[in-house]
């Protein structure tokens, strides 16, 4: 998996963005544009294009019909994959993300 990110640079708000996915679960990661805001500190108005940006590099993906815990329907969001793990670890020891 470490080919999946090696060669792909991220921004400082990139990295900033893929910290909304530092405490979540493999099983349970998705989040909305809002939630990710919340948990990143980057504006909401930043978020979509960031978010869909990592998408076309393989660090997140789209998912839609979620359900909260207490069984409501929550709409869509978007799970960090594998490759977002690893830049994420990257980004949390201090290296480039590269």
């Given amino acids: 998996m470490a080919a999946e990110t090696k060669g792909v640079k991220l921004s400082p708000e990139h990295k900033q963005v893929l910290t ?4 979540t679960c493999e ?12 948990i990143s500190g980057v504006a909401r108005p930043r978020i979509r294009r960031i978010v869909r940006h990592l998408a076309r590099k ?7 019909g979620l359900w909260t815990e207490d069984m409501r329907p929550a709409g869509s969001g978007y ?4 490759a977002g793990r690893l830049a994420l670890a990257a980004h949390d020891g201090g290296q480039d993300g590269t």
């Fill in 20 to 23: 909304a996915w530092t405490n």
């Fill in 27 to 38: 099983d349970f990661d998705c989040l909305t544009f809002d939630a990710i805001a919340s």
């Fill in 58 to 64: 393989g660090m997140t993906e789209f998912h839609q």
């Fill in 79 to 82: 799970a960090i994959t594998p």
